[in-house]
């Protein structure tokens, strides 16, 4: 705000502080707030606020960034008064989309929301009967002692940093580890404590509830529960790390029983091969929506598998029938021109997505490696075609991949 604004609000203020009600400041503030001056909006929402308005109460946290502790301030004041959007906030910012172990808190959230009712009892929130019960799920197994866990089991930033760090701590309870024996009331307390979406965490929070109240085990994946693209995302790297770490022993064994001592060319054969199926998944393939990440990482690893399929199969004898007299690579050239020339005049967008010539270019570079690695291998362990001969085998595989970019637009 410039100090000649700053300067005639506060005449303006100093003239009219006593003569007005807050709706009069309320209404100052979003005039204001519509018209761009968002500071001076913030001062008369505040002036509003002190006198006890529940929608610039609302205002305040719902246009402005602030600190977790002044946003539940203001959503709560607001909510205590019978504000509707307020309460679905106030519950979603202490449960539902908390995802702390401090700030969490169903208990508050229950308080302010029977407050909210006692204010204004034709008030209605989305999903209500369902929010409640897993409100008072998570009351019943009180509230757990964040510092003493804390301090306890030396938990520290790290486990609670990943978008579900807290519900794998909620993972570990269920098994025997740093917590003890699996703990069936811990879990439901940590899940109550994490979750980013109140769908996953209604469902998680009613199977651990169902858990402790049978003192049965549950093993606690947070992947069973996940619904946002956060959660798809996340899950989906997890997934690819443990499948990782399978494909090296696999590369392992493999390794030991390739012909012609071909063995020796798979670790860099496959390194280069899952160089290219990344690259390919995430900048080519146009893979869109909330779960992107999730759904390339699956191509990808989808690609992984089967090329070290394709790896045995060459060496249980499999040889593709392809003519001799075609030159593939020479019409991978062609195609690859006419896909790149198009997309410099027009990328292919989507919501989360777009693939430009740039990108299908860094793709092409990976798929260069590939394919000479890849080939090398193959000649070792079939030496009888030769390596222009699977060369020209991997270029017949590109064609169709880059053929499929194009139909991406329709």
């Known amino acids: 705000m410039s100090r000649v604004a700053q300067v005639i609000l506060i005449l303006f203020l100093s003239v009219h502080t006593y003569a007005q009600t807050d709706t009069y400041y309320l209404k100052m503030a979003n005039t204001a707030y519509d018209a761009g001056n968002n500071d ?25 960034v602030l600190t977790d502790e002044q946003r539940i301030a203001h959503y709560s004041a607001a909510a205590r008064k019978g504000h509707a ?37 034709l008030m209605e929130i989305y999903n209500e009967a369902a929010d409640l019960a897993t409100v008072r799920e998570c009351m019943e197994a009180g509230q757990l002692d964040t510092k003493e866990f804390i301090e306890k089991y030396k938990i520290t930033k790290e486990d609670t940093v990943e978008d ?53 085990i549950l093993v606690f994946n947070p992947c069973t529960y996940v619904t946002s693209g956060i959660g798809l995302a996340y899950c989906s790297q997890k997934e690819s790390i443990a499948a990782e770490k399978k494909y090296q022993n696999v590369i392992k064994k493999l390794a030991e029983q390739l012909k012609n001592d071909a063995g020796i060319l798979l670790p860099q054969a496959y390194k280069a ?8 998944a995430f900048q080519e393939e146009g893979n869109d929506g909330s779960g992107y990440v999730a759904w390339s990482n699956e191509s990808a690893d989808a690609q992984k598998a089967a090329y070290l399929d394709l790896v045995k199969k060459i060496n249980n004898g499999y040889r593709p029938k392809l003519s001799k ?9 062609i195609v690859y021109q006419k896909v790149i020339n198009r997309l410099k005049t027009e990328p292919i967008k989507g919501g989360f997505m777009e693939i430009t010539d740039h990108d299908v270019v860094m793709v092409q570079r990976t798929w260069l490696k590939y394919r000479d690695s890849t080939a090398f291998l193959f000649e070792r362990i079939a030496p009888e075609l030769t390596e222009d001969d699977w060369k020209n085998y991997l270029s017949y595989i590109r064609i169709k991949e880059l053929q499929k970019i194009d139909k991406l637009r329709n």
């Open 325 to 333: 007299e075609k030159n593939y690579d020479k019409e991978l050239n």
């Open 273 to 280: 091969a899952d160089n290219f199926f990344e690259s390919k």
């Open 85 to 121: 959007k307020a309460t679905s906030e106030i519950m979603e910012a202490l449960l539902f989309r908390a995802n702390s172990l401090t700030v969490a808190n169903p208990e508050l959230a229950y308080q302010i929301y029977t407050e909210a009712k006692k204010a204004n009892p």
């Open 164 to 216: 579900y760090g807290i519900w794998e701590l909620a993972a570990e309870a269920s098994h025997n580890g740093r917590f003890g024996k699996p703990n069936p009331k811990l879990v439901l307390q940590l899940v109550c404590k994490g979750g980013q979406v109140p769908a996953e965490v209604q469902y998680a929070v009613a199977d651990c509830y169902w858990a402790w109240k049978k003192d049965s």
């Open 40 to 64: 001076i909006a913030k001062i008369w929402y505040q002036k509003a606020a002190e006198m006890g308005n529940a929608d610039a109460h609302y205002a305040l946290a719902y246009k402005y």
